[in-house]
């Protein structure tokens, strides 16, 4: 029952893979949101395949059709469906998973639980099911871009190449220019390099995403357990392939005193402001105005293109050796995805905290 | 509008630090649970503050009173209203916090957010608002008791001073006999040593906890927005000062490659089996059957018995030096928290999936 | 699960019968409500047992309890828990219904259901589970009053005597002047000697409640499945004995052409107005910004003081005789409860409302 | 936020009448369900206009396109997307309606609301849009047979044309066998001479339908606000134009006393029924084994195809006369949706009730 995300700007996401096709609904979005359709396709390309030679090979135009919603290039307050339909799907290349189960991937897990499964390509567990998210996003951002907050995610480690500063060291508007998406030049041309490397030996690589988000209104998030990290936090562990997430200055402050944690608040011409932000712009799980930043571990793909033993359906031994066209790393393709759900969660916060005084 | 938890065994908590009581209502709990009262007790009394030398001097006995839904020793189906009502509160040690914002604390957002704050003992954004969740989380291990499954948490970092090894070296067991709930002994040791050093500084730490849970069938989770890590992730950081958390391996799965990382199916006497379990028993969000396992990075307590430089309400620059009672380490009177909210989620999702199926 | 109410403003309940308490958790509150307790306590008198000759002996005190979320007379935006405490039970009264069910009564479904449940004073299914509705009904009354809106319920039908007019040609400030609640004095008598004859009797009767919302904006509801008659409709329906729910005109407009059920539109002194209400304030599911009305369908008390054939838990025809103090007709008593669910369904449309627009 | 019905079985529905399609996503929906698209589209072709010459003239196909969710001829539990796609739309009938509000329509409201509202065809508050309640509907009854419950609705009333009887003295397999879906022949022809001379007149007329659930399983609906007259109230009063609902013998208990109202138990060889029904199936909130029905009145279609005055965007005084296809009576294509919401609700409340028990 949880293909819905959110509270107030939900989203309701369907599709597999090799279906007809992907898609989702955008259920209250505000009224009177300048709709961009550009920019909507554009973040899909920042997710399509094929979009570079990191990526997988597979083409795919993955255009969006904007089904309601909108109308005369505005949002009209109701839902907002859409669908991309499925091109370029080679379903024989995995005639050899139907009875198979991937090691570390979904097979075992929903043949289990469902006691049935579409193989192809995944079905529902393949990554192709975030382009719902990144449609939303984008109108999420849309809407966001009227109140002045902006979304931005980098790639901050891929395998053992990680940046060595956080991302006020930064131009952030430098993360596009290259095809993994990192603002640090130098150590992006060593992530691709290891990409490259990893892709000809037929395995792959994991890596980090740092997000930050800026212009933030103080007062976002609930004290209980809709503390604004639990709900960022829900929203990046939903991601395919994520297994970790920090805030501020995350695991680090398990190994720190409350001396040197503490962030101190100044007046800064009238504007209560923090020397530091070791907290991340969230304070009892409330924005305090600061920037807010998170970092995301994601795990290597785990479909290699070398031969790994397995067990089939009836529990007998055998080995799998994935065809088709696979991403040697998810982390450039992954940037736009976790900005998605950052923005969609900071409007719904937003809508939320509009509602706590009358 | 977030004070409960969970979709259908759900949790609605109410209370503040100095108010009447601290409570909650239990809804969706299934009929004819046996309740052991002296073992809900018992998981309060792990919480309480007092009970050892490195926790807070306060004493409070924290009786829980069950209101309803509880017939003849058994649950009806109906909710379980409860209190735990507030004694040996000293208001006035607050009386200098009205007007001033502590350092990386909650009173600045709930300032800005609400208009209006209570400012005794921290008021909702207290830690002794986890009562409710400890009581909530002994009703739904002794639902998780009757099917097998069992939650175990314990401290495996204090500041600098952290475990080598993963929980599999560890007897669990161990982890009540100590007063820092940590299974090796002498790290348990250092924990205490480092926080009574710290104690005596009028300063304070951080750490991690880690939970393992065990016995937890195959299937529970969603493909979707609700994967099993998502609601786990989700619950652990709606806790307070938790600043992250990782599955399994985590964050060292982002340095791996995919052929180190993925976990090889095998048959183990008929069980379809994993032989490593990198994923912490969770792969495309649903449990595979194997032991789930997280870690969770919690800041250090934000409460000084220090001076700090702050500002005032009316943004006047100033100084803060709690009075009071406070702990030194929150780790581990926050044991049980995790284990509350770790088998609040796991009982949810069982709940859940049996609806996959007619 | 659904023991909550509501989207933003929610209600939780807990408690049965003869339970230690009746009690709920109001979430999502404003903050900065003025919280007048005299007022509170006030309609949960309105609702009390033994208030009149025409309603059940039993005296109850039914002292309403704030636990949390009130600081210096001011919502702060938290959760505010509050319990009733149960007295004056006789459950010895009860002890024969322990194997036997009451026909029309909540005790076969129940027990069916669940495989267990409280049979004293109907556990649960008792209408004293609608004092926690009253107390969130006043604090949502207490929010609307600040914004000019007014919820005003009276009795409209017992048995066969029926008011003549809609609710236009009375005075509804003199609802309260009269113990069966009803704004037409010779009806009322003839109300009140009808129920005194049922008493006496050893039966029961039935009757309508019709509810008017005044001051209500346009805007409130929305298109879909949430339209303001079926959000008022469902709370109505959960009501303990309703049997029907109709919004203005209501059955009558089944018979009616569209040339006589349409409201026509005009422009009264710059203001959009309905020359006619027979939508009750409601049109696409939205309101109009003209009154809203309803009328509420009650079926006789199912426990009546005269012998009843009736099967016993298995299946044993046996008769059954009800002990205790009951009321003769509900609609006096459930006037006050019609009411605080209207309140708190349009405090929640009202908060909805605020997210349509950034 | 309320483009979602159902908790566990949830239908999210987009799509405006003149927009590009009509569709919706059921999530929730049990795995291993036999999808028959013969009949999901037989449930449309119920609905669709054109039907019949007491219908509106448009003509539209309305085939639906499942696009996800489906495998092999079975549900997998993943969300099942779908659309229909709009044609046959003449948006220049709607022109004149810009910017004046058509008497007892959503215009004013849906304006005032959102500060836009896509004016053609009527956008979101069409009746077009229960296209997604019926296969939603249609996938519901899929489910409920494979469990041996079944859903069927009949128009009762059209006008001043009532059926004299109740359900239990018609042959609902009948239904079918006349337009206006009336298992009484008489009055069936009696309505549809009385729908068609109000149609010659430009007028509409109301009625009502009722709807009788058999082999529901004693259990379904839970005992506070979820109660299942709550619940199936809530779906139907969110249909277009419904104005009222009631349950078993409804609004005339209001007029009875308790012992002409009670339903006496009775052992009926080994099982407990009743020996009457005028609970209409539903006791406490609860289902008990008996049928369960209800009666659901509708208001007369608010397009006139004759001149009304009204008033503009500005509020200056006009009339207006509908231009386009109209029906002069919903009820015969309303059978279906109230089906729909029906065989929704049932199925979600049974999933439901799954998690009572562990």
Chains 1, 2, 3, 4 share one sequence.
Do not use: W
Request: aromatic share 6%; with cysteine.
């Amino acid at each position: 029952m949880r293909n819905t995300f959110g509270h107030l700007f939900r989203l309701t996401t369907f599709g597999e893979s090799h279906g007809e096709a992907i898609g989702g609904v955008i259920d209250g979005c505000p009224a009177g949101i300048d709709i961009d359709l550009d920019f909507i396709q554009g973040e899909l390309d920042r997710r399509r395949p094929g979009q570079s030679p990191i990526t997988t090979d597979r083409k795919e135009a993955d255009k969006v059709e904007i089904l309601s919603g909108v109308f005369e290039g505005k949002t009209t307050g109701c839902p907002i469906g859409f669908i991309v339909k499925n091109a370029n799907q080679r379903s024989a290349d995995y005639d050899n998973m139907r009875g198979v189960f991937r090691p570390s991937h979904a097979d075992y897990t929903y043949n289990y639980k469902y006691g049935i499964r579409d193989h192809r390509g995944g079905g529902r567990s393949s990554a192709r099911v975030t382009i719902s998210r990144c449609v939303a996003g984008a109108v999420a951002k849309l809407a966001l871009r009227q109140l002045g907050i902006s979304v931005t995610a980098y790639t901050s480690q891929v395998g053992d190449i990680a940046l060595d500063n956080d991302y006020r060291k930064y131009d952030l508007s430098t993360v596009e220019s290259n095809i993994v998406r990192c603002p640090d030049t130098a150590k992006a041309e060593a992530m691709i390099r290891l990409i490259s490397e990893v892709k000809a030996a037929g395995d792959t690589v994991g890596g980090t995403i740092t997000c930050v988000i800026r212009g933030c209104p103080p007062g976002l998030g609930e004290p209980e357990f809709g503390k604004l990290n639990a709900a960022l936090g829900y929203a990046m562990l939903g991601i395919n392939a994520v297994k970790g997430v920090e805030f501020g200055a995350g695991f680090a402050m398990a190994g720190m005193h409350g001396s040197e944690a503490n962030d101190v608040f100044a007046n800064e011409n009238g504007n209560i402001t923090t020397l530091t932000n070791r907290s991340g712009g969230i304070q009892g799980g409330i924005s305090n105005g600061q920037d807010i930043y998170l970092r995301i571990a994601f795990k290597p793909v785990a479909t290699l293109l070398k031969e790994q033993p397995t067990v089939d359906i009836e529990g007998n031994d055998t080995t799998l050796k994935a065809r088709g066209r696979h991403d040697p790393c998810v982390l450039p393709r992954a940037v736009p995805i976790v900005e998605a759900m950052a923005a969609i969660t900071i409007l719904d916060e937003y809508l939320l905290n509009k509602t706590v005084k009358i």
